[in-house]
């Protein structure tokens, strides 16, 4: 029922067309990863799914037209961690978690118990309890992604969009929130959708991955079949090793002409 | 759709889960700006250029209270009238148009998310000018169905400049970034000052009228004024206030925001339109007070907290206060003549917000 569907799905940036006539079908608690060279237009699939970019063609969530729904009505069904989330200083990490309670309130509407019980909850589950009263500005960029996830969760979206999440975090950290985010999934039963720029590790924790180059689909599957040194060579323009990793799926390594 | 987390995640209900870290306005703060009002209010009846003591004030006013009214005896008529028909609406409008101000300015600041924002950054000003001028120059003492005709035409000319900035936003880039409606503001701004500039030069005997209008005095009409500004302040005031959840999620940028199922759109619409009406109604009375709209709510930010949860309702009491003041000095310090409010507002705010700013953390706004 949180399964998601695209269909002939176009978007354009003025005149220049960014994705041409996508579909894709995402299956209800899959992890699908968006791979692609810079400007393949991995964000866009997320932002157009967001409903953040306009969109010709049909975005179906669990059945339903996106193009139908409210704002308020999407944003019950999906909750998107962006890139760079903006981390308004001065504001605490529970007022922020909390924001992420908005689609299910009425216009004017107010916060009640149940969703401080919520965040609260979720504070607790993130090991996040202790910041509740920290400034988002005394974070450090480990803290912040997990803030932000955290804010995430409290929609209770059963799609979670992910842009990049293990940007300008060290390797620790990558694992580390890419672990969260697949506890979570198997938890929650979310249905994650993630853009990736580091191989290995979309291969390590995806169910398929999805290649776009230039806007277009150009193949998806299991990380197997996707990451083979000839696809990244032709498409990357990159000399890579494709590395067994017994078990642990498959390293791309680079490797020097 | 909503029953994806298994109940297992869900706390049990009833459970006492403490959540820190939730702003709030303390009541501390919501007293002192109730205290700082109703002292602001006591000066301001107070002072002038007939001595009036504090049991006559109160005298005056229990005199007019349904039921206690006939009771109270030994107010000297001349003084009650002097109370009654100059200080208490003077004080009234001030703590109005004070109010209106700051939380104006508080509220633009929220959905431009743009701390230099100020309740004329849309043109209102420059409209309220010209409209004023336009008044003064070509119909002076003139009036519409008994009403002075400056306020109408000033209160005319804001709501045509922000609806004009409004209409360019709108066709230029779709009201889509704030930053298009803003760069909208400015460019009917500076169109509708060179047409201000231009009338105001060419008519030289009413430049003075025409100059201390725009810096900006509280007009002196009795009650008149009061019931004039009540309605549009009122609706502005409470529209604002029930926003207040709101402004603090915009906070979070204009992608972040949709993405948590808020129309960006129609709250920016909604709470420029509500700030518009109350400042263009207050400026029609008043003038373009400068500043007010900045300082006050920077300063509330930099002492009591970012949330407009506790911005807005502060702003409102401490904006009030601060007019009032600003006001009764304005009337005071070259007695019998009287000084543009804006000129005590900049000149008494400036080293006072500095002086906050050096003693806080400035990085916080």
């Known amino acids: 029922m949180s399964d998601v569907l695209l269909a002939g799905v176009s978007v354009s940036y003025g005149t220049k067309p960014v994705l041409r006539g996508l579909d894709l079908d995402v299956r209800s608690g899959e992890w699908l990863s968006l791979i692609g060279p810079n400007g393949a237009g991995k964000t866009t699939v997320l932002r157009a799914i967001a409903r953040l970019a306009r969109f010709e063609g049909d975005i179906r969530i669990g059945g339903r037209a996106l193009a139908g729904m409210g704002t308020r009505d999407v944003a019950r069904r999906v909750a998107m961690l962006l890139q760079e989330p903006q981390m308004p200083a001065g504001m ?62 409290a929609q209770r979206a059963p799609v979670l969009l992910i842009d990049e999440p293990t940007t300008s975090l060290d390797m620790g ?40 180059v230039q806007g277009a689909l150009v193949a998806v599957g299991p990380p197997d079949e996707i990451l083979t040194e000839s696809a990244i060579s032709d498409h990357y323009r990159a000399n890579v090793r494709i590395v067994d990793m017994n078990g642990s799926g498959h390293a791309v390594v680079p490797v020097r002409k | 759709m909503l029953g994806i987390f298994g109940p297992r995640a869900e706390p049990a209900a009833g459970a006492l889960i403490a959540l820190g870290g939730l702003p709030r306005l303390r009541w501390v703060w919501g007293a002192a700006g109730f205290a700082s009002l109703l002292i602001a209010a006591a000066v301001g009846a107070l002072v002038g250029p007939v001595h009036i003591g504090l049991g006559t004030v109160f005298a005056a006013l229990l005199s007019h ?18 109370l009654w028909s100059l200080r208490f609406p003077r ?23 743009n701390p230099l924002a100020d309740p004329y950054l849309l043109g209102a000003a420059a409209g309220a000018n010209l409209g004023a001028t336009l008044a003064i120059a070509f119909a002076p003492g003139g009036s519409f169905i008994g ?80 019931l004039l500004v009540l309605p549009y302040v009122a609706l502005s005031l ?24 808020v129309s960006v759109r129609r709250v920016r619409l909604i709470v ?28 509330i930010r ?25 006001d009764t000095a304005a009337r005071t310090v070259v007695s019998p003549g009287e000084l543009p409010i804006g000129v005590i507002t900049a000149f008494v705010g400036a080293p006072f917000f500095i002086a906050v700013m050096r003693s806080t953390r400035v990085a916080a706004l």
Not at chain 1, 96 to 104: A, D, E, I, K, Q
Not at chain 1, 128 to 152: C, K, N, P, T
Not at chain 1, 194 to 208: K, P
Not at chain 2, 173 to 190: C, D, F, K, P, Q
């Open chain 1, 92 to 153: 605490t990490v529970s007022q922020y978690v909390l924001l992420g309670r908005s689609p299910h309130l009425g216009y004017l509407g107010k916060e009640s118990g149940k969703d401080r019980r919520i965040v609260a909850d979720i504070l607790r589950r993130l090991a996040l309890d202790e910041f509740a009263s920290r400034s988002l500005d005394q974070l450090s960029g480990g803290e912040r992604q997990r803030v932000a996830i955290a804010r995430a969760l």
């Open chain 1, 173 to 212: 950290r990558q694992q580390a929130v890419l672990e969260l985010i697949d506890e979570l999934r198997a938890e929650q039963e979310l249905t994650v959708i993630a853009a990736m720029h580091e191989l290995t590790l979309a291969g390590q924790y995806s169910d398929r991955l999805a290649l776009l």
């Open chain 2, 65 to 82: 209270v349904p039921w206690l009214g006939s009771s109270v005896s030994g107010v000297d008529p001349g003084q009650a009238t002097i």
């Open chain 2, 91 to 113: 004080v009234v409008l001030g703590a109005l148009v004070g109010g209106m101000l700051a939380t104006a300015g508080a509220a633009y600041q929220g959905v431009f998310r």
């Open chain 2, 147 to 226: 009403v002075n005709l400056v306020p109408l035409a000033a209160f005319a000319g804001a709501g045509a400049a922000v609806a004009g900035a409004f209409a360019l936003g709108r066709t230029v880039t779709g009201l889509r970034t704030a930053t298009g409606l803003i760069l909208a503001g400015v460019a009917v701004a500076a169109f509708f000052n060179a047409i201000q500039t231009y009338v105001q030069q060419s008519q030289t005997n009413s430049l003075r009228q025409v100059y201390s209008w725009i810096l900006g005095r509280l007009v002196t009409a009795g009650w008149d004024g009061v």
């Open chain 2, 238 to 261: 409470v529209v604002i206030y029930v926003h207040r959840r709101l402004l603090d999620a915009l906070s979070v940028g204009e992608d972040e925001v949709v993405t948590l199922g």
């Open chain 2, 272 to 299: 420029v339109i509500a700030a518009t009406l109350g400042t263009a109604a207050v400026v029609a009375v008043a003038g373009t007070i400068a500043f007010v709209g900045i300082i006050v709510p920077h300063t």
């Open chain 2, 302 to 326: 930099l002492l009591a907290g970012r949330s407009y949860r506790v911005v807005v309702p502060l702003s409102m009491l401490f904006g009030a206060a601060f007019i009032v003041l600003a």
